[in-house]
């Protein structure tokens, strides 16, 4: 009797990456070790809804710029792919919309969403987060003193369909986007937080100068 092949494990990891730096491949690199993940998509957001309201309308770099940033971060780890799916979707990005697209396409892959603490505790604004729960499996990345903590809407409906979600253990890197834009405007070297290939790239195309 043939043996069912185990079901593909792959991450989800979305941000705006504007810019990616050192902190989200840290986390991504966990991802794959504690996830016992196969592969690890990165998805640079094309209109983050949330993330623009919070900057008050700050535009962000483009997309083109951006993709190459968080490529220029991967290489070398062969589990690490750039998916484009969100960047060439017209509207806002919606993190359901892409899962929904990934299911039809993969069917039988399992699939993992990873946020940070904050994003966790916001879930249930998120458009059908519901759904979205029972899609995939939530691993929420925190440091080893913070304790991961959803809003009461979403722990009552973990509980009720008998849902878990998987805490990623993460080093303590305190590096934020903001932080380098503003290194950046003051001129200042960013490389120990992005790394020389992203540093090179926004300084060859005069990112964030401004």
């Given at each position: 009797m043939a043996v069912s092949p185990k079901p593909t494990r792959t991450g989800l990891f979305g941000g705006s990456f504007d810019p990616v730096h050192l902190a989200h491949l840290s986390l991504a690199q966990c991802a794959l070790q504690q996830l016992q993940l196969d592969r690890l998509l990165w998805l640079p957001a094309g209109r983050p809804w949330q993330k623009l309201a919070q900057k008050g309308g700050r535009g962000l770099a483009s997309p083109e710029h951006r993709r190459a940033m968080v490529e220029l971060m991967v290489q070398g780890e062969p589990r690490f792919a750039v998916d484009d799916s969100e960047l060439e979707r017209d509207g806002a990005s919606y993190t359901i919309d892409t899962v929904r697209a990934r299911l039809a396409?993969?069917?039988?892959?399992?699939?993992?969403l990873l946020i940070g603490q904050d994003q966790y505790e916001r879930l249930h604004t998120w458009r059908d987060w519901r759904e979205l729960l029972r899609l995939v499996t939530v691993a929420v990345a925190a440091r080893a003193d913070q304790e991961i903590q959803a809003s009461a809407e979403v722990q009552d409906f973990l509980?009720?369909?008998?849902?878990?979600?998987?805490?990623?253990?993460?080093?303590?890197?305190?590096?934020?986007s903001t932080?380098?834009?503003?290194?950046?405007?003051?001129?200042?070297?960013?490389?120990?937080?992005?790394?020389?290939?992203?540093?090179?790239?926004?300084?060859q195309h005069r990112l964030y100068s401004e």
């Open positions: 396409a993969h069917p039988g892959e399992q699939l993992f509980q009720q369909q008998a849902l878990g979600t998987q805490r990623l253990a993460m080093p303590a890197l305190h590096i934020s932080q380098v834009r503003e290194m950046v405007a003051r001129a200042q070297d960013i490389r120990p937080l992005v790394g020389d290939a992203v540093a090179g790239y926004i300084a």
